[in-house]
């Protein structure tokens, strides 16, 4: 349903549809994965871009760190398993690649980290 007004001259036309834009459609709110729980965690990740940072810098080095010490010192095959996923993950935050990626880098990064330092501690 239209209305149409007339002002000096000018018309102005109203009309009853509004459109409404899917906010998982829009560029800015893009989801992460599809997985309600983890979009939600990441939520704005790219306006929170410098503090996940801070975070990924902290957690792979960190992680890093720990698996290397608690007996990848002593096979070469460990650390390159190690130190191969650990410099794409922190030369993505030098290069400032897009935070999806980012993000998922440094996912599979901790993920591995993690699994190494399993590894040792029972062998």
């Not at 893009?30 to 902290?58: C, H, M, P, T």
């Not at 030369?91 to 935070?99: G, S």
């Amino acid at each position: 349903m239209a209305h149409t007004t007339t002002t000096s001259g000018v018309a102005h036309s109203t009309s009853a549809k509004i459109q409404v834009t899917s906010p998982a459609k829009t560029r800015d709110n893009e989801q992460f994965s599809g997985i309600k729980w983890l979009d939600n965690l990441v939520g704005e990740y790219n306006f929170n871009r410098y503090g996940i940072y801070a975070i990924a810098l902290l957690l792979v080095g960190c992680l890093g760190g720990v698996a290397v010490g608690l007996g990848s010192m002593t096979s070469s095959i460990e650390i390159l398993i190690l130190v191969i996923p650990t410099m794409v993950s922190l030369t993505m935050i030098l290069a400032v690649a897009p935070m999806r990626l980012l993000l998922w880098t440094v996912l599979f990064t901790c993920l591995l980290d993690i699994i190494m330092i399993v590894y040792n501690i029972l062998v």
